[in-house]
């Protein structure tokens, strides 16, 4: 059988292809990004920049790309030879990139000096951008957005991760009329619960916690059973600053806040998140409503996972409509106040085609982004003068603070990520926020970034 699709994306009519240019090439979003276009007659991956080209080219290897459509060029004649030969250049530095011939910048290094340069220097020479990067857009995002804007290009969060993802969720509630309490995604990992053995597996962490097995129903108590499911899997690391640096994203583009500064993170199933993401007069976690928001799956064997999945919770309406929804399946809260819209995926890399064509074709529906809030830093313990930051890690963690969602307040909070590679010129008492007053070797193009974004105001 052959199908055909009827979406814009997949009826654009191309004379060429679109010309992609992936930086932060080797790893796992850009794998899954340089397989999936592969499969795609409408776009193709032209530039690819890692510092490890080695790595890069095994990677192409293992792809089925020959050895011989694969050049290694280091300068910006080397490469327009190549790419005029058919070839995919692999470069490791923005140096030897030809601008000249890419349409669209998909950014996905996670690192903030190298990624807001490689948006910017896009954005210079009319290239769009897909930012895959939530840490480049959590600080300067909102002044990449109004130069791309002002440019006459797009500036777009990349479809495949959770925050782009929740914010076309969040658009078609909207669209329906919802009017909506939380918004929010699992954490990183499931807590995946074997009640026969009372073992939690997080990710290949392990810990024993019987009691759970007791606790697998919210009762007349939900926001009790939430905190002793908690107690019971306090040992586990639940909180990671990449969700707090996507929640801020969204924030950006929706005006949402979180309801405290850490999020509440319950450990909860996917049929219960309708109760508790209810307002608290309704028994419910949410005191702040439209509010941002994570929470831990808590698994059972055979239980499919959330991991990677965006919710909504929204207020209902007509009781018979919503039990007719309950009866169909939907997550409808007990008292039938609220229900739960979800997607419990992402597929990174496979879904960022959809974002490289709304790029150059128009049509997304993502805002432009406003510093609604700011991803902060507050310190764990006591930080001396000299101490100097790294972000180190999968999730991009920095030691010795923890991120939280805050307001802005004209200039003084320093941005979680602008601390990469900064050094304290004060001493900051445990408990208190890093203040840009306290740092010196700041980024300072992202630092430019960041107050161009404040000024532009909420």
């Known amino acids: 059988m052959i199908l055909h699709s009827t979406s814009r994306r997949a009826t654009q009519a191309r004379e060429t292809p679109v010309r992609v240019l992936l930086t932060g090439a080797n790893g796992g979003y850009g794998r899954t990004l340089l397989d999936q276009l592969r499969r795609l007659d409408d776009m193709v991956a032209t530039q690819l920049v890692d510092p490890d080209v080695a790595g890069t080219t095994r990677m192409l290897d293992e792809l089925g790309v020959p050895a ?25 530095d923005g140096a030897a990139v030809d601008w000249s011939a890419a349409d669209v910048l998909v950014e996905a290094t996670g690192r903030i000096e190298a990624g807001h340069g490689y948006a910017d220097t896009a954005l210079d020479h009319g290239v769009h951008v897909v930012m ?21 290009l797009r500036y777009l969060p990349g479809d495949g991760d959770q925050p782009a993802n929740l914010l076309r969720l969040v658009a078609w509630v909207l ?23 009372g073992v939690v597996d997080q990710a290949g962490t392990t810990v024993d916690a019987p009691g759970l ?85 808590l698994r ?38 609220y229900a739960c819209i979800y997607w419990p995926y992402h597929f990174m890399g496979v879904e960022t085609p959809l974002t490289i064509a709304a790029a150059v074709d128009g049509g997304s529906p993502v805002a432009e982004p406003r510093q609604h809030t700011v991803l902060a830093a507050r310190s764990s313990s006591a930080l001396a003068a000299g101490t100097t930051f790294r972000v180190e890690g999968h999730h991009h963690e920095i030691a010795g603070v923890a991120p939280v969602i805050v307001d802005p307040d004209d200039h003084g909070v320093a941005p979680y990520y602008l601390l990469s590679g900064a050094r304290l010129v004060a001493d900051v008492a445990p408990g208190e926020l890093v203040r840009l007053d306290d740092l010196a070797d700041v980024p300072a193009a992202a630092l430019a970034a960041y107050r161009t974004g404040l000024a532009l105001g909420a």
């Open 68 to 92: 011989d459509r694969v050049a290694t060029p280091s300068t910006v004649a080397e490469t327009a030879a190549a790419l005029a030969a058919g070839q995919v250049a692999v470069i490791a």
């Open 132 to 152: 895959v990067s939530k840490e480049i857009e959590s600080v300067a995002g909102v002044a990449l957005s109004a130069k791309a804007r002002a440019a006459g």
């Open 175 to 197: 669209d329906c009329g919802f009017d909506i309490v939380a918004l929010g995604k699992s954490s990183e990992y499931d807590l995946a619960f074997d009640p026969a053995t």
């Open 213 to 297: 097995a007791d606790l697998l129903e919210l009762g007349d108590r939900p926001l009790e059973t939430v905190e002793a499911r908690a107690a019971q899997v306090a040992s586990l690391k639940r909180s990671a600053a990449a969700d707090h640096c996507e929640m801020t994203v969204v924030s950006l583009y929706t005006g949402a806040h979180a309801d405290v500064e850490g999020m509440h993170y319950p450990v909860a199933r996917p049929h219960e998140l309708a109760d508790l993401y209810a307002t608290r007069e309704d028994g419910g976690l949410i005191g702040r409503t439209g509010s941002v928001d994570v929470f831990s799956m």
């Open 300 to 337: 059972l064997p055979g239980e499919a996972s959330f991991a990677g999945g965006v919710f909504v919770v929204v207020r209902t309406g007509d009781p018979v409509t919503w039990e007719t929804l309950r009866g169909k399946g939907h997550v409808v809260s007990r008292d039938g106040r």
